[in-house]
């Protein structure tokens, strides 16, 4: 009698632990969702970028860096004039990280008399190397964080390589930069 009552006893315990382990199984969480509605970014050029004026008797690079600060070294480049850093200011959510997009590529400054079938040196100077005055502490790339009113700006540099050919006349182009946030 005792061992019937024992292995019933028993039973009784495996039924309830199998019921109750598909219950202790299942378990509810709650997460939470979020969306954050950021103004939209607004990028002003305020400033072209301006080499100055140049004497050329040779080939040679000139840098301007986005401290309008200008590199003219080369003995047969003879730089003067004002030189201004391209400037742009930009709008956005404030204290948010804006990522600025520079060109990667080369930019041909032409002369008035270019004609792409008959031109070549003389009347085409590259501009590249593009470089930002605000950029990530970290990974080093171009970047610039808005203020508490969401306003922003930074400056934009290049180098230009003249290969000594160049005729006398004012080389003109365009470049786009923008942003979008970090």
Same mark, same amino acid.
């Given at each position: 009698?005792?061992?019937?009552?024992?292995?019933?006893?028993?039973?009784?315990?495996?039924?309830?632990?199998?019921?109750?382990?598909?219950?202790?199984?299942?378990?509810?969480?709650?997460?939470?969702?979020?969306?954050?509605?950021?103004?939209?970014?607004?990028?002003?050029?305020?400033?072209?970028?301006?080499?100055?004026?140049?004497?050329?008797?040779?080939?040679?690079?000139?840098?301007?860096?986005?401290?309008?600060?200008?590199?003219?070294?080369?003995?047969?480049? /003879?730089?003067?004039?004002? $030189?201004?850093?391209?400037? *742009? =200011? @930009?709008? #956005? +959510?404030?204290?948010?990280?804006?990522?600025?997009?520079?060109?990667?590529?080369?930019?041909?400054?032409?002369?008035?008399?270019?004609?792409?079938?008959?031109?070549?040196?003389?009347?085409?100077?590259?501009?590249?190397?593009?470089?930002?005055?605000?950029?990530?502490?970290?990974?080093?790339?171009?970047? /610039?964080?808005?203020?508490? $009113?969401?306003?922003?700006? *930074? =400056? @934009?540099? #290049? +180098?230009?390589?003249?290969?000594?050919?160049?005729?006398?006349?004012?080389?003109?182009?365009?470049?786009?930069?923008?942003?979008?946030?970090?």
């Amino acid at each position: 009698m005792t061992k019937t009552l024992r292995f019933g006893a028993a039973g009784i315990t495996m039924f309830a632990a199998l019921g109750m382990g598909t219950a202790a199984h299942a378990d509810t969480a709650t997460a939470d969702a979020s969306a954050e509605v950021l103004d939209a970014l607004v990028l002003t050029n305020t400033a072209a970028l301006d080499f100055g004026a140049m004497v050329v008797s040779g080939a040679g690079t000139v840098v301007l860096d986005p401290a309008n600060s200008l590199t003219c070294t080369d003995p047969d480049i /003879v730089c003067s004039g004002t $030189t201004s850093a391209a400037a *742009f =200011t @930009v709008e #956005g +959510t404030a204290n948010k990280a804006v990522t600025i997009n520079l060109p990667t590529g080369t930019v041909n400054l032409r002369h008035p008399n270019y004609n792409a079938a008959t031109s070549a040196g003389e009347h085409t100077i590259e501009l590249d190397t593009f470089t930002s005055s605000d950029n990530n502490a970290t990974s080093g790339d171009p970047e /610039v964080t808005l203020d508490g $009113t969401g306003d922003g700006s *930074f =400056t @934009v540099g #290049g +180098t230009i390589t003249i290969d000594g050919s160049e005729e006398a006349g004012l080389f003109e182009a365009t470049f786009d930069v923008s942003v979008e946030y970090s």
